[in-house]
């Protein structure tokens, strides 16, 4: 679907949009809308998120261009923000779920549970008993174990093998540690699901999220490719899809991986008619599309040193620097307690230190930071912020992550 006026018209009707309000924004105009926003919350001050929808739309579109043979299965895990997944199923995407819970979450929008992949390679089996009573009928897996799980309790559901990419790029989030099949026991996995007559209908492999070296693509895809070749060895029914997982960034980085995706499916499968391909997006379609608001509830200078405490932080939504190495970066939004320079522009910047609420030392979100004078009840506004963040976010010392709203803008592209 494009963008413009009718895909946002899709989208206001959508489920986990429909009723809730959409402030259209001019392109550039993320900030001032957050200003307002800020301004108005003059009692609360509580932190804030902004989703746009308009970026979703464009990255979709980008995606569409960039990998047109590869469905997207959005990785729920990523984000679960309903409207964020609403928004997501409108503009077709398929989803790769983990859990009981995200499959409901997924489902409760009106998605079909063919456009749903349980990509979890080792289930509990009362999930995998669900799967089967919803009718979500592939998944994935890398043991004997999981294979008998399957058998017995969801016997008509369709397999993919996964295996272990060769490498992980320097993913900033390796996976291989954990999943996937190493090239010995390839062969005798597919003969276990042979032997308990199951359909392995092909490969899956995640070189890992956030990869910074898109060659690994090329490389996992000869690897699959092989594995095809062994199941045809082994006498299966021909394998038909192939799933390349995750590990897209939506920086420049984007366009070198497409390349590298496009010219090994080219050099492994072109001989491969019919192919389904399929890819578990998260990072991609979520990180740049939301962007949070803090407000700063403390203050301490120490000599030439600013120091400032906001209200939310490693413990909520920055966990993010934790468990998925990410560097954040911040930036003034709006400066309340300076009425002639509400922008914060211009002037002396110090070196600055911003913790978060909770009382934990570790809870300290950037060090070093270059930031004008600030006060307390200013507010700190940080971008790419939407990838494993909220969704990873706890309630620890009372400061609830999931309490923080999130606001709906669509920037127009023009």
């Known amino acids: ?45 509580e932190p804030f998120y902004v989703l746009d929808l308009g970026a979703v739309t464009s990255l979709m579109d980008k995606w569409t261009r960039a990998l047109p043979m590869v469905r997207p299965y959005y990785a729920v895990k990523c984000n679960p923000d309903p409207a964020f997944l609403g928004t997501m199923a409108e503009l077709g995407s398929s989803f790769d779920c983990a859990s009981r819970a995200e499959m409901e979450a997924v489902l409760s929008l009106g998605v079909s549970p063919d456009r749903i992949v349980f990509a979890n390679p080792c289930k509990a089996e009362s999930h995998i ?103 045809t060895r082994l006498g ?41 391909i399929m890819a578990e997006p998260g990072r991609f379609f979520a990180e740049s599309t939301f962007t949070l608001a803090t407000n700063i509830i403390g203050k301490r200078v120490r000599g030439e040193l600013r120091e400032y405490w906001i209200n939310d932080g490693i413990y909520g939504s920055m966990n993010c620097i934790l468990y ?21 522009k211009g002037g002396r910047t110090y070196s600055s230190t911003v913790f978060g609420p909770t009382c934990d030392a570790l809870d300290t979100v950037l060090m070093g930071h270059q930031l004008p004078e600030l006060q307390v009840n200013d507010w700190l506004v940080f971008p790419d912020m939407g990838a494993y963040t909220a969704a990873a976010g706890s309630n620890f010392n009372g400061f609830s992550t999931s309490a923080i709203l999130t606001y709906l803008a669509y920037s127009n592209p023009s």
């Open 1 to 45: 679907m494009g963008s413009g006026p009718k895909s946002l018209q899709a989208i206001l009707a959508s489920p986990g949009i429909r009723g809730k309000r959409i402030t259209t924004i001019s392109k550039g105009g993320l900030s001032d809308f957050m200003q307002s926003i800020a301004f108005s919350k003059q009692e609360s001050r």
């Open 129 to 231: 008993k669900y799967a089967a009573t919803v009718g979500v009928n592939l998944t994935t897996f890398d043991s004997k174990d999981e294979i008998e799980k399957i058998r017995k309790w969801h016997p008509k559901c369709a397999l993919l093998i996964r295996i272990k990419a060769p490498d992980d790029g320097g993913a900033r989030c390796p996976l291989g540690p954990k999943y996937g099949a190493l090239p010995e026991e390839v062969a005798p996995l597919l003969q276990a699901a042979l032997s308990a007559r199951l359909t392995v209908t092909g490969v899956s492999f995640h070189i890992g999220s956030g990869a910074k070296d898109s060659r690994a693509y090329h490389r996992a895809i000869a690897a699959a490719k092989t594995t095809f070749e062994t199941a």
């Open 236 to 276: 299966m029914p021909r394998m038909r899809v192939l799933n390349i997982g995750g590990g897209f960034t939506a920086n420049p980085q984007f366009n070198e991986a497409a390349s590298a995706v496009n010219g090994a499916l080219q050099s492994y499968f072109a001989s491969d008619p019919g192919l389904s």
């Open 324 to 344: 998925d190495h990410a560097t954040v970066t911040c930036t003034p939004l709006a400066c309340t307690s300076n009425r002639a320079n509400p922008t914060c």
